[in-house]
T-cell receptor
Framework: TQLLEQSPQFLSIQEGENLTVYCNSSSVFSSLQWYRQEPGEGPVLLVTVVTGGEVKKLKRLTFQFGDARKDSSLHITAAQPGDTGLYLCALGSYNTDKLIFGTGTRLQVFP | NAGVTQTPKFRVLKTGQSMTLLCAQDMNHEYMYWYRQDPGMGLRLIHYSVGEGTTAKGEVPDGYNVSRLKKQNFLLGLESAAPSQTSVYFC??????????????FGQGTRLTVV
């Protein structure tokens, strides 16, 4: 059973549009990471958030950690074809050394 | 700096055969993980290790065994391969500071097909 649910599962948009993807858990977690995976490659870290309510920006990407530390969102402004990929959230828990990944959102940005 | 290296990159097995996947990291990381990724799904944790000589079960451990005899290597074994184990396998390593997981570095993956 996946502890982390991501939505939407798939997203196809045109270049220049904005989008938001979500990561939700029934458990509180100590930290949350967002990764992007391109075809044929392993995931690569985008950001780590650790404080409830925290907002981090990485160029056109904005990451938010929920106040209750059970959810997170990733917002992309003016999406570009280079943003295409599988976006994965991963949680670190207070009580375990496991690194658990969400179900993923597959994003396709068309020129 | 090689980072995380997985061997082999591709393998086809017959049902019932055994094999070992090797993961090697040169970053002196304490933590190492094995995941499988199936079409349309995220990564599911098979087994992990928090240091040399230690291993623990993840979300989907059945049918797999692991060993961490050296800090830099984490081996994943399939004793009797089944078609349900057809997947892409990823190894990752990281270190941990307090309660926070730091960046996990991934290998390129091993594409395994069991026929």
């Amino acid at each position: 059973t996946q502890l982390l649910e991501q939505s939407p599962q798939f997203l196809s948009i045109q270049e220049g549009e904005n989008l938001t993807v979500y990561c939700n858990s029934s458990s509180v977690f100590s930290s949350l990471q967002w990764y992007r995976q391109e075809p044929g490659e392993g995931p690569v870290l985008l950001v780590t958030v650790v404080t409830g309510g925290e907002v981090k920006k990485l160029k056109r990407l904005t990451f938010q950690f929920g106040d209750a530390r059970k959810d997170s969102s990733l917002h992309i402004t003016a999406a570009q074809p280079g943003d295409t990929g599988l976006y994965l959230c991963a949680l670190g828990s207070y009580n375990t050394d496991k690194l658990i990944f969400g179900t993923g959102t597959r994003l396709q940005v068309f020129p | 700096n090689a980072g995380v290296t997985q061997t082999p990159k591709f393998r086809v097995l017959k049902t019932g055969q055994s094999m070992t996947l090797l993961c090697a990291q040169d970053m002196n990381h304490e933590y190492m993980y094995w995941y499988r990724q199936d079409p349309g799904m995220g990564l599911r944790l098979i087994h992990y290790s928090v240091g040399e000589g230690t291993t623990a079960k993840g979300e989907v451990p059945d049918g797999y065994n692991v060993s961490r005899l050296k800090k830099q290597n984490f081996l994943l074994g399939l004793e009797s391969a089944a078609p349900s184990q057809t997947s892409v396998y990823f190894c990752a390593s990281s270190y941990k500071t307090g309660l926070m997981n730091t960046e996990a570095f991934f290998g390129q993956g091993t594409r395994l097909t069991v026929v």
